[in-house]
């Protein structure tokens, strides 16, 4: 793994700054923004609407509009990380400890609630319904920044994380736990549950469906 340096804030007002060099190019993660700076706000809806239009995927993955979208950038009740290489916006990461907020990912807050009690009283459950990388710098591997933040989140805020993945991203939901044991903080992946989608047709061209014509 590159080497990640944690450096001062910035004038953003994020919590803490991550800083990287990788063939020469320069990435910074923003940790624990409570709201996103005017400037970024157009980059990030840009950059969420490319992200999260998955073709193999058969359920859309983008739960935001527009509108909802940049509602959020600016409530203080989603916590948000963001990533930039070379000062453009390449990553980002936002989730929220209020439920009802939460349903917009698609969540069953009673679910939630019965399983996880404790947590959700002490708003220590944080689901995340937005989580992206930008397709031209996936393949540097600085989405790990945006995930070993995500992991000093869980351990400062002892956050119980929850999210959802599209079959063809599951291994977001592994690079946690692998990026965890990397960083001394082991963390177990729990299975919520899954939805599962069947598609039914009729059988045309089946030779045992014929019936043969009996003659008298």
């Keep these: 793994m590159f080497e990640v340096e944690s450096v001062e804030p910035s004038n953003y007002g994020e919590e803490k700054r991550y800083f990287c060099e990788q063939e020469g190019q320069t990435c910074e993660v923003y940790y624990g923004l409570k709201e996103v700076p005017k400037e970024w706000i157009e980059a990030l809806w840009d950059a969420y609407d490319e992200s999260l239009h998955i073709e193999e995927a058969i359920q859309e993955q983008a739960c935001f509009t527009r509108e909802s979208f940049i509602s959020a950038l600016k409530d203080p009740e989603y916590n948000k990380i963001v990533m930039t290489v070379d000062g453009v916006i390449a990553g980002f990461l936002m989730g929220t400890t209020n439920l009802e907020k939460a349903r917009i990912g698609y969540i069953n807050p009673r679910f939630i609630q019965d399983r996880f009690p404790q947590e959700v009283e002490e708003r220590r459950f944080w689901y995340m319904p937005c989580f992206f990388a930008a397709s031209h710098v996936r393949h540097l591997g600085f989405i790990k920044m945006m995930v070993l933040a995500a992991i000093d989140a869980i351990r400062e805020n002892k956050y119980v994380l929850a999210l ?25 992946k729990l299975l919520l549950g899954s939805q599962t989608y069947f598609a039914y047709r009729p059988v045309l061209d089946r030779e045992s469906c014929k019936i043969e014509e009996v003659k008298p």
């Design 164 to 188: 959802d993945v599209s079959n063809s991203r599951m291994y977001v939901s592994d690079m946690l736990v692998k990026l965890g044991e990397e960083a001394g903080f082991p963390i177990e």
